[in-house]
């Protein structure tokens, strides 16, 4: 069992950054994949990015390659998402979700994604 809590949310300028953080409780963290997915209002949930149990291998949607970062602290259970140059389309709620396995799940799906976090909402102002 993995229970995820997200934080470093709120409103931004465009062109400004911000650092999302994923907190996760449970010995098992260290051995799933984790992923960031977004839900803007009226729209279904995207993937965002993604990485592997170890942090070696990372993939990403391509609207955020070259802005956005997803890296992982192991010792400290937690996953981040460092976003720079943000757009106003990058508005959303976003979510933290845990893979049932350790590597990247080749099918971005949500649905291969056990644990979720209850999110964190990213405003971005034109």
């Known amino acids: 069992q993995v229970q995820l809590v997200e934080s470093g949310g709120g409103l931004v300028q465009a062109g400004g950054s911000l650092r999302l953080s994923c907190a996760a409780s449970?010995?098992?963290?260290?051995?799933?994949?984790m992923g960031w997915f977004r839900q803007a209002p009226g729209k279904e949930r995207e993937f965002v990015a993604a990485?592997?149990?170890?942090?070696?291998?990372?993939k990403y949607v391509d609207s955020v390659k070259g802005r956005f970062t997803i890296s992982r602290d192991n010792a400290r259970s937690t996953v981040y998402l460092q976003m720079n140059s943000l757009k106003p389309e990058d508005t959303a709620v976003y979510y933290c979700?845990?893979?049932?396995?350790?590597?990247?799940?080749?099918?971005?799906?949500?649905?291969?994604?056990?644990?979720w976090g209850r999110g964190t909402q990213v405003t971005v102002s034109s």
């Open positions: 979700a845990a893979s049932n396995m350790g590597v990247i799940p080749t099918d971005f799906s949500p649905s291969n994604y056990r644990y």
């Open positions: 449970g010995r098992a963290f260290t051995y799933y994949a």
């Open positions: 990485i592997s149990w170890s942090g070696g291998s990372t």
